[in-house]
């Protein structure tokens, strides 16, 4: 039974302290410092420290506390590299650790009633991030109706390198994914705890962009997360090309462990977890490690196992957006003439070049290209997600994002429909004076529509389309607002789905 005792007065004092019997243990929360209606507990241990000898191992569930646990704080970072100088998604540094195994929750503490839980998995190639960033304050969409949950995960070479020492270690013979496996516990403890902020344990969505989006594709996927969640939302991201093997290919994953360790100087995994993280970070060049077909929590390659079906049928929520590229790099290496565009294209797509070159022409090779990478990276995984989905019996619905919040140069850049499903432009500064709090009203009340009953259109029939691989439809995301339409990438994603199949 869910126990709120409130401190001082009444809960519609900001700041004004709570505390909260869970499971787990008591916590003090707060009141969230944007809206006197809801609660928020930060810093929440979901899973023992993957510290000292624990570092390598499988996420293990946190025993809980004695007393009254302090939740009005984010736990720090897990341990990871900077963004580089000059990248847009550069931000100033927050405290970083091993020990940061923690999650946070934003709940409007309903009596008499029970709330869809929305779990937020954020992206950051696996390899940075974290789940207290500013961007992903749940107040809003808590305010909406829902209990938010904001999670942190092991990233790069503590979350995801694999090794056969380690493998050696466990029964399925697997290691890495690392992160994956903390993913996975913090969903438990959902199931387990979130009853207590007013949350129902049946109705979880998952929900991620880019590595966010990703990972949301490894628990579609993974058996280990069966009956964790019921809903899934995919922003600009999946894994349907090759992932890296544990230990098969030119390159495994466990050769690449081996490859660090002697690089290191190090006879043994023992050796390693006793060096300090720092100097694992300075070894590390911060891009080796992603997840990967480990045996256990990706038993096999994600589009072998999406084409028989093998996955977690529940109703997903997929999109992208128009202008991916222009914050990773495509504008730097834009070609400067169409000789130039030609050869890009021939370099990437071999004997396709002329084909792909027709649905993405010379003309205009700003346009094209900026195009190209959005739906040749983004777009057709998505598509490809929501069409296995439909065919194994599991509703889907895509979006398309247009909106450019920033201006033409960026355009709908990759990462600028977050702020929109949080409903926080309001709270962004670098939006400046044109944040268009009516289309961020609108994509959230989307997004809490379907965590709670599945579709976007809510109980009643609404105007977005569901998917169908004959018609693909979908919603687009302008200035004005959502609209629906028809044929979203129906000449290019064919060309795609070739190619990557014969690359596969």
């Not at 999650?103 to 009633?113: A, I």
């Not at 009516?438 to 809510?458: C, H, M, R």
Request: glycine content about 12%; aromatic content about 12%.
């Amino acid at each position: 039974m869910r126990i709120l005792l409130l401190l001082l007065l009444a809960v519609s004092q900001p700041g004004l302290a709570m505390e909260l019997v869970t499971p787990s243990g008591k916590l003090q929360g707060a009141a969230s410092p944007r809206s006197s209606d809801i609660a928020v507990f930060k810093g929440i241990p979901y899973a023992v420290a993957p510290t000292g000898a624990r570092r390598w191992t499988y996420a293990e569930r946190h025993p809980g506390w004695q007393g009254v646990r302090n939740a009005t704080r984010f736990s720090p970072a897990c341990a990871q590299h900077p963004y580089p100088e000059g990248s847009f998604f550069a931000r100033s540094s927050e405290p970083a650790s091993e020990d940061c195994l923690y999650l946070n929750v934003w709940s409007s503490m309903p009596e008499g009633d029970v709330l869809p839980v929305m779990v937020w998995i954020h992206g950051g190639a696996l390899t940075r991030g974290s789940g207290s960033a500013a961007t992903y304050d749940g107040t809003e969409l808590a305010k909406k109706g829902v209990v938010l949950v904001t999670i942190n995960y092991r990233l790069g070479v503590f979350g995801y390198m694999a090794h056969p020492e380690l493998s050696a270690e466990v029964r399925s013979n697997s290691s890495g994914n690392y992160g994956t496996s903390d993913q996975i516990q913090a969903l438990r403890w959902v199931k387990n705890n979130i009853a207590a902020f007013g949350g129902d344990p049946n109705n979880v969505t998952i929900f991620g962009e880019s590595a966010g989006s990703w990972s949301v594709n490894h628990l579609v996927s993974s058996p280990e997360a069966e009956g964790l969640f019921h809903r899934a939302i995919g922003q600009s991201g999946g894994n349907f090309r090759k992932l890296p093997e544990l230990k098969r290919g030119e390159n495994s994953a466990e050769s690449r462990g081996v490859a660090l360790q002697q690089k290191l100087g190090l006879g043994s995994i023992a050796a390693m977890r006793q060096l300090d993280g720092h100097e694992l970070l300075q070894a590390d060049d911060g891009r080796s490690y992603r997840a990967i077909v480990d045996g256990k929590f990706i038993p096999e390659q994600l589009y072998r196992m999406f084409e028989r079906g093998q996955f977690n049928r529940v109703p997903v929520m997929l999109g992208y957006n128009a202008e991916e590229g222009t914050t990773l790099g495509a504008l730097r290496m834009m070609p400067k003439s169409a000789q130039a565009y030609k050869a890009t294209l021939q370099q990437r797509f071999g004997s396709a070049a002329d084909e792909v070159g027709r649905l993405y022409p010379s003309n205009d090779i700003r346009r094209s290209i900026l195009a190209l990478s959005s739906d040749a990276g983004f777009g057709w995984n998505m598509h490809y997600w929501a069409a296995k989905s439909v065919q194994h019996g599991a509703d889907a619905f895509m979006y398309y994002f247009t909106h450019q919040p920033l201006g033409a140069e960026l355009g709908a850049f990759h990462a600028a429909e977050i702020v929109y499903a949080f409903n926080n432009v309001s709270y962004t500064p670098a939006f400046g004076s044109g944040p268009n709090p009516q289309l961020a009203k609108e994509i959230s009340d989307y997004w809490v529509k379907f965590a709670t009953y599945g579709n976007p259109n809510g109980k009643a029939p609404g105007v977005w389309p569901g998917y169908t691989s004959e018609a693909k439809g979908y919603m687009e995301f302008a200035a004005q607002g959502g609209a629906p339409g028809q044929g979203l990438m129906r000449d290019s994603y064919p060309v795609f789905e070739r190619l990557y199949q014969q690359e596969r």
